[in-house]
């Protein structure tokens, strides 16, 4: 069995972003990431950024940083980017945040039981008439600062774990998200703690 991760990102909703901000020599000037990106679009209702470690996006309502290669590196570079930008823009309307990792597990026994009003796997194929049923899910935790949902997604002989740790940030300080993303490889490493667990695998 093998637990791997394929996507990370960090993501910051507000009432009102200003898009055309985002331009490769506004990240340059503003010491927010010093890399050129390889491609680019820059508008008033819409920018992209894409770089060989990562991409950013952000529209009116929604800015997203995510990582195209999910090394230790990376990671810090998603939410010190993500720090950067709350803190040259502190004014901005900003509602949420959400911290997002997806995992991988990759085994040929990969399954989740279910049992409804005691009939199991067997019985519910047959209820619906159907030879096969892969069975996924979802899970909520209320946390202390946020609210975590962890979507299980079955695909063959994979499973996929994707982790949302949503904050909700309207009217807080800056400097108190900006620690809510400091937290990031540390939440990174408890949800990968949590699937070893579950897999009992450490």
Known sequence: ???KIYKSSIVILASSH???????????????????PDRFVN????????????SIVLDMNRLTI????????????LSRIAGKYLELLPHNPYKALGLNFGWQIISPSNKINLTIN????????????????????IIYVNMENCKLRINIEPNDNILLYNFNYHHNIE???????????????TLLKQSESFLKKLYQEG
């Open 1 to 3: 069995m093998e637990i």
């Open 66 to 77: 995510s990582s195209k290669k999910h090394s230790e590196k990376t990671l810090e570079l």
């Open 171 to 185: 009217n807080l300080y800056n400097d108190k998200t900006i620690s809510f993303i400091k937290n990031y490889k």
């Open 118 to 137: 005691n009939h199991d796997k067997d019985n519910i194929s047959n209820f619906l008439n159907e030879n096969k049923i892969i069975f996924g899910g």
């Open 43 to 54: 508008t008033n209702d819409f920018s992209f950024l894409d770089f060989k470690e990562l």
């Open 18 to 36: 200003n898009p055309s901000i985002l331009s490769p020599e506004w990240i340059n000037k503003n010491n927010v990431y010093d890399k050129k």
